[in-house]
Nanobody, 124 residues
Framework: QVHLVESGGGLVQAGGSLRLSCTAS????????MGWFRQAPGKEREFVAN????????DYVDSVKGRFTISRDGAKNTVHLQMNSLKPEDTALYYC?????????????????WGQGTQVTVSS
């Protein structure tokens, strides 16, 4: 069993930055992909970014490319999401997730463990 705890969310003005962190406990997360998803009120959960098990490969949804950066610290079982140039449309509950496979995947169904989420609110 894996337990995930997200932190770093908050209220920020448009153009500002936040850094989300997710720490996993329960077992060492090697050779699995980790990802961030988000869900805005009234909308479906959306893929945001993922990173492969070695940290050498990343993928992003088009709307955050060039603004968000995902990274992971394997030794600390931690994944981060640096979010810059935030926009009001980035407002959502952000979830960290652990994938089932070592290769990157954007499908929520390929992720077995989820955190409780951390709220990000961007004011205009």
């Amino acid at each position: 069993q894996v337990h995930l705890v997200e932190s770093g969310g908050g209220l920020v003005q448009a153009g500002g930055s936040l850094r989300l962190s997710c720490t996993a406990s329960g077992r060492t997360l090697n050779r699995v992909v980790m990802g961030w998803f988000r869900q805005a009120p009234g909308k479906e959960r959306e893929f945001v970014a993922n990173i492969n098990w070695s940290g050498s490969g990343t993928d992003y949804v088009d709307s955050v490319k060039g603004r968000f950066t995902i990274s992971r610290d394997g030794a600390k079982n931690t994944v981060h999401l640096q979010m810059n140039s935030l926009k009001p449309e980035d407002t959502a509950l952000y979830y960290c997730a652990v994938g089932r496979y070592y290769f990157p995947t954007n499908a929520a169904n390929d992720y077995d463990y989820w955190g409780q989420g951390t709220q990000v609110t961007v004011s205009s």
